[in-house]
């Protein structure tokens, strides 16, 4: 039997390779408003609104916008080699919803009626594969709706549900041409907590391998595990459960490799992908939450101490009626009280208030007020509001997600180091950037400090730095020495050096 498959092309950076975003939820609001807005693009369509004629931008990507202003801003596009343009995705993906695509666009109210007549045939024409389906795990709001599942002996166990996903992982990639890196984004409704815990990636796979386990393993964790095993890199954009230490090794090339024994429990799935890939996650830091930590970000630099967040936000998705449910809430509610742990901020109340409320439809509304202790306690108050359709906020996010560790991947960049700076996507980073810093201009600083290692960019500053002599020949080479000295202490805090070549065929 066939051990492992090698499928570790680079994408975006060869004459004709593409790269994949798999969206698991493709119906949901996010999904449907990826794909318009990618087809948008790809098409350079023009369309009417309120204040007038608009042409498709990427507005909000960063992977995809060029610096702007004198200091160059934010913006990455242009600035470094193989950074790939989201215009050339190939974007599927699962639903339980049997909804075409371009109708669920229709139904969502995100986009400008025009835009959304000039997507809408084209959208209609995708296929929605069937998403696996544990009704437990949703709320019952889900249920009536749930008519596009995967059923017969593919939903007969766990593993087997877990093979059909592969299965239609490499299907897909077959039939869409895609020979780059695939990313698998999560943004489907948010589950419950799963009860599982595993120490390792054996006793995860052996957990999913063994039919009479009736251990509480959620969807998402096999979305992720599938996506491991075949090489592809898995983001939880929900707020449940799926990241966990035993996930993180099981997406470890150290693990994945061809000469595992036959006797392991990662043989039992064989074949499988040996390439990187990444685990990133958890909850696509989008809006209001964004802003909260700036907010709190520029109170700290000022040398103020935050007292009181006070926070109440409300729109009316499927998302948040999903989170009507008090199961599905508890994981929603664990990362949005969550997201400033690691400042330690013990004096600290913070307050989260979420409603449904249905006539607002996609666009969220939010309110927060924000206290601090000023100089000799004396109180400061401000307060923000801001209104803007959730899945606008959001998608930039998925896009970002998936061309970071495109990028990544062709950049041999170690799983510690693109979770780092991809920290500032996610409300609370967890895996390998467990107990980052929250504040969006450090994470900032994270994403281009890997960049610049990534690209090379460190060694061109020392380069220029001796031509035009600011530096000497002997100051040069002990900056190098510092610098590899460096590098090496940070790959010893995770051993994973032997890596499959990304170009191999």
């Known amino acids: 039997m066939q051990k492992h498959f090698q499928s570790c092309r680079v994408s975006m950076m060869v004459q004709g ?66 950074l790939a343009s989201a215009d050339n995705a190939v974007i599927g993906g699962w639903d339980i919803r049997s909804t075409k695509l371009g109708q669920a666009l229709y139904d969502c109210r995100v986009l400008e ?8 045939e ?54 869409n041409n895609v020979d780059g890196h695939i990313t698998v984004i999560w943004s489907a409704s948010v589950e419950r907590p799963s009860e599982a815990e595993y120490e390792s990636a054996d006793e995860l796979l052996e957990a999913i391998y063994d039919d ?13 595990a599938a996506a491991a095993l075949e090489g592809c890199s898995f983001v939880n954009g929900g707020s449940q459960n799926t990241l966990s230490a035993a996930m993180t090794s099981l997406f470890e090339q150290s693990y994945r490799q061809p000469d595992a024994p036959s006797t392991s429990a990662l043989s039992k799935f064989a074949p499988y992908s040996s390439c990187r890939a990444y685990c990133l996650g958890t909850d696509f830091k989008a809006g209001q939450t964004k802003f909260k930590t700036a907010a709190v970000e520029y109170l700290r630099a ?39 742990g690691p400042w330690q901020e013990d004096d600290l109340d913070h307050k989260v208030s979420v409603m449904y409320t249905p006539y607002i439809g996609d666009e969220k509304r939010d309110y927060v007020e924000y206290t601090s202790f000023g100089f000799l306690s ?47 996507l996610f409300k609370v980073p967890e895996g390998d950037s467990k107990g980052a810093d929250p504040g ?5 600083k994270e994403l281009e400090k890997v960049l610049q290692k990534a690209s090379g960019k460190e060694d061109d500053v020392i380069a220029m ?41």
């Not at 009479?212 to 992720?224: E, K, M, R, V």
């Not at 998302?319 to 969550?338: E, F, G, I, P």
């Not at 998608?395 to 780092?420: E, G």
């Not at 031509?467 to 051993?495: D, V, W």
């Open 17 to 82: 390779v593409t790269a994949g975003i798999l969206v698991v939820g493709i119906g949901g609001n996010n999904g449907v408003t990826l794909l318009a807005g990618q087809i948008a693009n790809r098409d350079k369509l023009s369309w009417e609104t309120g204040p007038g004629r608009v042409t498709a931008n990427w507005f909000g990507c960063l992977t995809q916008i060029p610096p702007r202003g004198v200091h160059g801003g934010v913006g990455f596009q242009g600035r470094y080699d193989g």
């Open 113 to 120: 009626p025009d835009l959304v007549r000039q997507v809408r």
């Open 122 to 175: 084209e959208m209609d024409g995708y296929e929605i594969m069937p998403g696996i389906w544990d009704p437990s795990f949703i709320g019952e709001s889900q249920h009536e709706t749930a008519l596009n599942v995967v059923s017969g002996d593919d939903d007969s166990s766990t593993r087997c549900r877990l093979e059909r996903i592969r299965r239609d992982i490499r299907m897909w990639k077959e039939k």
């Open 212 to 224: 009479s386990n009736t251990d509480d393993i959620s969807p998402s964790i096999l979305y992720a």
């Open 302 to 340: 000022l040398g103020l101490s935050p007292r009181v967040i006070a926070s109440s936000n409300h729109l009316g998705n499927n998302d948040m009626l999903n989170l009507t449910q008090k199961k599905t809430l508890k994981a929603k509610m664990r990362v949005k009280s969550d997201i400033f």
């Open 378 to 424: 004396s109180p400061h108050t401000m307060v923000t509001y801001t209104r803007c359709m959730d899945s606008i906020l959001c998608v930039p996010l998925m896009v970002d997600a998936a061309i970071w560790c495109d990028y990544f991947v062709n950049h041999n960049v170690s799983p510690t180091d693109a979770a780092r700076a991809t920290a500032y």
């Open 440 to 444: 969006f201009f450090y994470q900032m």
């Open 465 to 505: 730095g001796l031509s035009k002599g600011i530096i000497s020949e002997e100051q040069a080479k002990a900056l190098r020495a510092l610098s590899a000295i460096l590098s090496t202490s940070s790959r010893a805090t995770k051993p994973l050096n032997n890596f499959c070549n990304p170009r191999a065929p």
